[in-house]
């Protein structure tokens, strides 16, 4: 008797089991892509949302390749496309059905096309023109899409889109701004460069050999739906957390960085996804690191960082049982590894620039945090010792007196 599939499941999963099924997602992603820890959060945060991201960064960053992967795992119908400022609107929206033409109506045939998908993939999206520009904007808000008299509401469950750089063409500051996530992928830091070799020459070996194992697919567009109607259910909020955002939305524009009405609002229910992928019917301090992503222009990502990552220390320093977000690894083993990593990094003979020192630091602090909830194992209790050693030599040094 086979199995049944996902999207054969009618009943919702609970938030332990929808929770458990994602971070399973996430883990087969972290797998394949290293330092995208966060990104992936991210992506599954917005599935469940219901809300848009769009990846910035250079060529050969790997945007594409997570998208496809990530559509992979979430069972959808999946469509995307590489824009260009010659695309026609029917590559995407489907072409015009010909039959009905002659008999007066104009319409497109969209079986298999864009309006269908429930989740899409648009590369380079800032290179589309005014005529697909339209539609999208309407399709991004609304979820309708209109060709000739009819319209008609898409199953769209989330876009994601990747970009070279931002926009700065007033006429896409509207496509821009549906965008309510905004996520930078750079090139991996040099103490990760060991690492990209062994994962990349991995992934390059699976695309060579057609029998390679396939990700296995954690949760379905229908489970999606049916957590996103019945949102209202997980949009309650204390007290305590609310004047913690009021304070930091007056924080950020202060600081030049708009964040519309409209865009707050639309962030409670990123924070109440973040609790959700952590498994949590409630919210809390930690799910602020989204704040990080809501950047007009690449120069606000610093000004962003210094006013929320202060709050996420605090909450993390009170609260050592809990790992940070994409930082360390949960076993022995692994923890292990990084411990071996970041010595050869901070011991080697590379000038490291402050940026790394302190995200060495940040990691080390993380890494004797996992340690110190392995209780009673001689080994984690070493390890502790020396990460001691290490946090002392750093702060004994030139750099930190």
């Keep these: 008797m086979s199995t049944p599939s996902i999207a054969a499941r009618a009943k919702p999963p609970s938030i332990a089991e929808l929770s458990k099924r994602l971070q399973d997602g996430a883990r087969q992603l972290e797998g394949r892509f290293l ?71 104009y319409r497109r045939r969209i079986e298999g096309m864009l309006p269908e998908a429930e989740v899409v993939f648009l590369d380079e999206i800032f290179k589309a023109n005014s005529a697909i520009l339209n539609s999208l904007l309407s399709l991004l808000n609304a979820r309708r899409f209109t060709h000739g008299n009819v319209t008609v509401r898409v199953p769209l469950i989330s876009m994601y889109a990747a970009s070279n750089e931002v926009p700065t063409d007033d006429a896409l500051s509207a496509l821009f701004d549906r965008f309510l996530l905004r996520v930078r992928v750079d090139y991996l830091d040099s103490y990760h460069f060991r690492g990209l070799l062994q994962k990349g020459i991995e992934l390059e070996s699976e695309q060579m050999n057609p029998a390679a194992a ?57 924070f109440a996804a973040s609790a959700v992928f952590d498994g949590r019917s409630e919210v809390n301090d930690s799910d602020f690191f989204v704040l990080r992503h809501v950047w007009n222009t690449p120069e606000q990502e610093e000004i962003l960082q210094e006013i929320v990552v202060p709050v996420l220390d605090q909450w993390y320093e009170q609260h050592p049982e809990h790992a940070r977000i994409g930082s360390t690894p949960t076993n022995l083993e ?44 001689a ?23």
């Design 35 to 105: 330092g995208k820890e966060e990104i992936i959060r991210l992506l599954f945060i917005s599935a469940v949302a219901g809300e848009h991201l769009v990846m910035v960064g250079p060529p050969g960053t790997a945007k594409s390749a997570l998208l496809r992967d990530f559509a992979e795992v979430v069972d959808a119908k999946y469509f995307d496309y590489l824009l260009t400022r010659f695309t026609e609107p029917n590559e995407i929206f489907g072409p015009v059905d010909i039959q009905a033409f002659r008999a007066g109506e």
């Design 214 to 270: 396939a990700l296995k697919p954690v949760v379905s567009a229908a489970e999606l739906n049916n957590v996103q109607q019945h949102f209202s259910d997980l949009l309650s909020f204390t007290e305590d957390f609310l004047a913690t955002f009021k304070g930091l939305v007056f924080q950020i524009r202060s600081e030049g960085v708009g964040l519309s009405d409209r865009r707050i609002v639309k962030l409670l229910k990123l």
């Design 334 to 377: 692994d923890l292990l590894e990084e411990l071996r990593v970041i010595r050869e990094t901070l011991t080697g003979s590379q000038v490291l620039s402050d940026m790394q020192l302190f995200s060495q630091l940040r990691n080390l602090g993380d890494i004797k945090a996992a340690l110190m909830r392995m209780t009673e194992n």
């Design 379 to 401: 080994t984690a209790e070493r390890m502790i010792g020396e990460v001691d050693k290490l946090l002392e030599t750093m702060f004994s040094s030139s750099r930190f007196a």
